[in-house]
């Protein structure tokens, strides 16, 4: 199948997994991960509809950016490195990987100079994976505390990556924890964090994901195919 068909199926498979919680589609938003994919590829998921695409890389985004339509809603899911971002702009929706103070200071003092408010999630390593980034949950609210301090970023919620190897209950397990943290965390007010979105489900196990509340889901195999 061609990347529109792949799209109309995973599409389906959300609105399934939506209905299957009590939950809208309408609640979900599909997030094609476009990194490494060519120009001509995202351009047919665009033309089948799509207008959220994630990429990994600044640099690639910068490269892909000017080349595709202005209406395209641009992510960055990939751990950033600080001296990245002062490429950023408004152009970039959200940023779901702010997982350590090096990179929030770096984004208030590209703010501050450039006028620029970044939205980000939190990345929090649910799992306790070794290989993956993230801060751990019990760090996850003395973060949240210093982002008054920093008036150019805005947390709008949380991320997550299932372990490597995880079966699909323990994944699902680290989706739920990630869902009970942000209701947690809802019971304290603190300026520039509102925390309503949870980014959490890729190709292998997004269904299991928007069933557990993920309001993103991040899905690139199963759209684009294999990557290049």
Not at 10 to 28: I, M, N, T, W
Not at 29 to 34: D, G, N, R, T
Not at 35 to 40: D, L, S
Not at 145 to 170: K, N, R
Request: charged letters at 25%; glycine letters at 8%; a positive charge.
């Amino acid at each position: 199948m061609g990347v529109a068909e792949n799209l109309a199926q995973v599409q389906r498979r959300v609105a399934l997994a939506a209905a299957k919680a009590g939950r809208g589609p309408a609640e979900v938003k599909l997030l094609a991960v476009s990194k490494t994919m060519p120009r001509e590829s995202i351009e047919e998921a665009y033309r089948a509809g799509q207008r959220l695409f994630a990429e990994n890389r600044v640099q690639e985004w910068l490269v892909k950016e000017p080349q595709l339509p202005p209406d395209c809603e641009w992510h960055l899911i990939g751990r950033m490195q600080t001296n990245k971002v002062k490429y950023l702009t408004q152009r970039i929706t959200l940023i779901h990987s702010l997982d350590r103070l090096g990179l929030l200071q770096a984004l208030e003092h590209h703010g501050d100079k450039a006028g620029y408010t970044a939205r980000v999630l939190v990345q929090v390593n649910v799992a306790r994976d070794p290989a993956k980034a993230g801060l751990l949950p019990e760090e996850t609210a003395d973060f949240l505390d210093l982002i008054p301090d920093h008036p150019h970023v805005q947390v709008l919620g949380f991320m997550t990556i299932g372990a490597l190897g995880a079966s699909l209950a323990e994944t699902r397990g680290f989706f739920r924890e990630l869902r009970l943290l942000a209701e947690k965390v809802q019971t304290r007010v603190r300026p520039g964090v509102v925390p309503r979105e949870l980014s959490m489900g890729m190709s292998q196990d997004f269904e299991i994901a928007v069933e557990e509340g993920a309001t993103m889901v991040r899905i690139g195999r199963e759209i684009f195919g294999q990557r290049r």
